[in-house]
């Protein structure tokens, strides 16, 4: 079995006033992400940051969404009265902002995202000026100084930070991602199908991929401040896979609408998830010597026929609790330099410091170009084990400390037994519970997962 940073049957959240499992995130104009709300976040955060006398820069990327419009003034008023110098970026994926920090020398990135999820709500999460996001401890540091007087620590008359705009962020981004492959490595011959969810990286996706010699057709590129991952992009595939039969593609790919996920389809239209595309990165990497640490790092999320198939390949297999951050911290700590979750949130440590969807999807080009092989091929490098996940909505208290909830997750564990896993988690960004098994048969995954279902609705 892989190792394991913690108790993988069960987890729940650590509850934070504000931060989550990734970053600030919540319903538009509510609670914290008002516009109060985000100026006294960014007087927070500038006031933690602001570390000797030296001018302090921040800059600021977004998605499309249309609350970004009022977020991204009131954190820019925020950092400025902190004394921070701001760097406005515009419209960028996640991972941009996160080489950008580094690239321009900052103290902080800032991406107003709520990734996945749809228009009405927003977020924001931080880097640190090594690209990675922030500490468990730093966000708690934040926590506490909104809690204080939002007037102090402010910045003198004369010590106000200065805001300006950065024009060609864009291309910078471009000019990384190309030069995640060989220079002599073109895509000329593969036609390639890219959703963009309307989202972040409806710009630089589609560049990418046309400098780097495919035949582009993009969807959900025409973002309108309402329509960002609906019914588009890798939490609603669909669109994505028709395009790719309607147009004869090689192969399908759909980021989420910061563009940190990708999800790919091959030329049938058949769904590739994150586990297989970490499978194959993992493989190629390991034949070629790329592949540090000698294994990967994934969540307690990710299927059993995976970890099966990594044993095989005498590749280490190491999972951590659900969340980027945690498999960052997991990748760092034993040297490996490929980590990720089924999501398609995939993070490949010797490019960037977070996940990256069009570089992800990158590398399953770079596979299929060199090897001339399909993406149907490439890309199935083990069965699944059936799987199931299920969501319960709840409103108030947490129901996993009900005594009968707990009696249905000790029921479904031994039901299991030792073939099989279950894994019951809040959610760190919505009000859910999630609760997913797995094991060699189907029916019982089914009603294991059911069963338990049924035990949390009744205590809501």
């Known amino acids: 079995m892989a190792k394991e940073d913690n108790d993988v049957k069960a987890q729940t959240v650590t509850k934070r006033h504000i931060f ?18 985000m100026m006294r976040l960014g007087k927070a955060v500038g006031r933690v940051f602001r570390n000797g006398e030296h001018r302090h820069r921040v800059v600021i990327g977004k998605d499309t969404r249309l609350s970004g419009y009022m977020i991204e003034p009131a954190l820019t008023a925020g950092f400025a009265a902190s004394g921070m110098d701001v760097f406005l970026l515009g419209p960028l994926p996640t991972p941009a902002m996160a080489m950008l920090t580094r690239s321009l020398r900052a103290d902080l990135g800032v991406m107003i995202s709520a990734s996945h999820n749809l228009y009405h709500d927003n977020g924001v999460k931080f880097f640190g000026p090594d690209g990675f996001k922030l ?9 506490r100084l909104m809690m204080q ?36 490595l073109s895509l000329e011959g593969l036609r390639v199908v890219v959703d963009c969810a ?13 400098e780097l010699g495919a ?32 147009y004869r593609a090689d192969i399908g790919i759909a980021l989420d609408g910061d563009a940190d996920r990708v999800i790919i389809s091959d ?42 198939f990594l044993e095989t390949q005498n590749i280490e297999f190491v999972r951590t609790k659900v969340g980027d951050r945690y498999v960052v911290e997991a990748m760092r700590a034993k040297g490996m330099n490929i980590g990720g979750e089924p999501s398609g949130h995939v993070i490949l440590s010797d490019y960037a410091t977070t996940g990256d969807g069009l ?75 999630r609760v997913m098994a797995e094991g060699p048969e189907m029916d019982l995954v089914n009603e294991v997962v059911d069963h338990i279902c049924e035990a949390i609705k009744k205590v809501i």
Not at 282 to 287: D, T
Request: glycine letters at 12%; charged letters at 25%; aromatic letters at 4%.
């Open 198 to 210: 309307n989202g972040a990286g409806y710009k630089v996706a589609p560049t990418v991929l046309w």
């Open 359 to 433: 570089v992800t999807a990158l590398q399953v080009l770079s596979v299929v170009a060199t090897e001339g092989v399909k993406v149907s091929q490439a890309c199935h490098l083990f069965d699944p084990y059936p799987q199931i996940l299920k969501n319960v909505r709840f409103t108030e208290d947490n129901p996993l400390l009900a005594d009968s909830v707990k009696q249905a997750i000790d029921e479904g564990k031994a039901r299991l037994g030792d073939s099989g896993r279950l894994v019951i988690r809040e959610s760190g960004t919505e009000p859910l519970i």
């Open 149 to 184: 007087d939002a007037n102090e620590g402010l910045s003198g008359a004369a010590d106000l930070g200065r805001v300006q705009r950065i024009d060609d962020a864009g291309a910078r981004y471009i000019e990384f991602a190309k030069n995640t492959l060989p220079r002599s």
């Open 267 to 308: 030329e049938k239209g058949n769904i590739i998830d994150g586990d297989q595309i970490m499978a194959l990165i993992a493989n190629s990497w390991a034949k070629s010597g790329k592949l540090k640490g000698g294994g990967i790092v994934s969540t307690v999320m990710s299927n059993l026929g995976f970890e099966k």
């Open 20 to 37: 989550g499992t990734d970053g600030v995130r919540g319903l538009a104009n509510a609670g914290t992400l008002t516009p109060e709300g």
């Open 215 to 246: 035949d582009v057709k993009s969807i959900g590129v025409e973002p309108n401040g309402f329509n960002i991952n609906r019914q588009c992009g890798s939490t609603s595939t669909k669109a994505m896979q028709e395009a790719v039969l309607e």
């Open 135 to 143: 500490s468990d401890e730093t966000e708690a540091e934040i926590e």
